[in-house]
């Protein structure tokens, strides 16, 4: 699934204004706890989050994850922004809370990571 | 008797509740080893374990220094801080079991999650811990 699928999808807005297209991301992991994404993520990864702090993308470009998605309406601020931009992160933001962006995605072939427990 | 000699260290202070430049210095280390072209599926290893180190320094210490030594064969992330020491690490080794604040919980940490990453992505785990400080010393094989 490329970054305009995802735009399309979820009727999502680019906020970062760099859409690094032609990756094409197959996983995805959910989550507002960074760790569990430390734990569990991986490049190959979109992250959906609801956490619009510094954090989201210190701990994606820990992962190489190069793709976030924002829900809920969050709107992050032009610190994050640039920081996701410095870091070559794309941020997404859609107004579908979590749940509903999930089923979005998972409904048109997106998949869970595989990981252990 | 080959002598095993830091090739590189690059040393940062992390203060304690400074959330605006938390990760910054993982950042850097991430960044500084691309440079060095070290394999990138080490360079995701270091950086997940700096920056969970990091991040425990200014969740839950008085602050500190972490270090990233650079062998030949291998890189060594350090945590050294001023305190307040780790009450009971076997709970504190355990995943879930946390003792962050809700402000910090809301930042998205405090899941527990910490010390078990640094565990798992290093070769080598080794931690001490006293009132005075705590100790942190991860391995990663190159």
């Known amino acids: ?117 | 008797m080959k002598y095993n000699s830091i090739l590189k260290r690059y040393s940062y202070n992390v203060e304690s509740y400074n959330f605006t430049d938390a990760g910054k210095c993982s950042s850097n280390i991430k960044k500084n080893l691309k440079l060095l072209n070290i394999d990138s599926k080490i360079v995701r290893r270091v950086a997940i374990v700096s920056y969970e180190a990091e991040i425990n320094l200014v969740i839950h210490s008085l602050g500190g220094k972490l270090h990233c030594d650079i062998y030949e064969d291998k890189i060594v992330i350090i945590s050294d801080d001023i305190g307040p020491g780790i009450d009971n690490i076997e709970l504190a080794m355990t995943e879930g079991y946390s003792t962050a604040t809700s402000t910090v919980m809301e930042l998205g940490f405090g899941a527990g999650m910490g010390l078990p990453n640094m565990k798992k992505w290093s070769d080598e785990f080794n931690i001490k811990t006293q009132k005075s400080g705590t100790l942190i010393s991860m391995t990663i094989k190159i």
């Open chain 1, 1 to 117: 699934m490329k970054v305009t699928d995802f735009i399309n999808i979820l009727n999502a807005e680019c906020v970062t204004k760099f859409i690094c297209d032609g990756k094409d991301y197959a996983y995805a992991f959910a989550s507002d706890l960074m760790s569990d994404v430390l734990a569990l993520a991986d490049s190959s990864t979109v992250l959906i989050t609801g956490l619009n702090n510094p954090q989201a993308i210190r701990t994606a470009e820990m992962m190489d994850i190069s793709l976030i998605i924002m829900v809920r309406g969050k709107t992050p601020s032009k610190e994050i922004i640039e920081l996701a931009i410095e870091s070559d992160i794309t941020i997404l933001t859609t107004h579908h809370i979590m749940f509903e962006a999930c089923g979005l995605l998972y409904k048109n072939g997106l998949r869970a990571l595989a990981y252990e427990v």
